[in-house]
């Protein structure tokens, strides 16, 4: 069963930070990128930020400067981190894996809250 389990999510005040981390785990397909994407209610899941095996990476252009995108292919992990987050921040921040010649795995979604 192919895993990808998230952390780091929860509530902080608004111009704090949060650190999101991301494991996958069971996946027989070699990855090709790993990225975040959030979902605020009422929203479609946008592009957070993602990074290739390669270390390219791309941001929402609303993003860049704020957060940092890194990644460990060894371990098959990613993170996320976020700085002088905003009440608008808020949503459930899902971590995607893209294999070669296979599917595309999600994670279960982990919640940012920030409080203005």
């Known amino acids: 069963q192919v895993q990808l389990v998230e952390s780091g999510g929860g509530l902080v005040q608004a111009g704090g930070s949060l650190r999101l981390s991301c494991a996958a785990s069971r996946i027989t397909f070699s990855i090709v990128a790993m990225g975040w994407y959030r979902q605020a209610p009422g929203n479609q899941r946008e592009l957070v930020a993602r990074i290739t095996s390669g270390a390219r990476t791309n941001y929402a252009d609303s993003l860049k400067g704020r957060f940092t995108i890194s990644r460990d292919n060894a371990k098959n992990t990613v993170s996320l981190q976020m700085n002088s987050l905003k009440p608008e921040d808020t949503a459930v921040y899902y971590c995607?894996?893209?294999?070669?010649?296979?599917?595309?795995?999600w994670g279960q979604g982990t919640q940012v809250t920030v409080s203005s």
């Open positions: 995607k894996a893209e294999t070669i010649m296979g599917p595309d795995y």
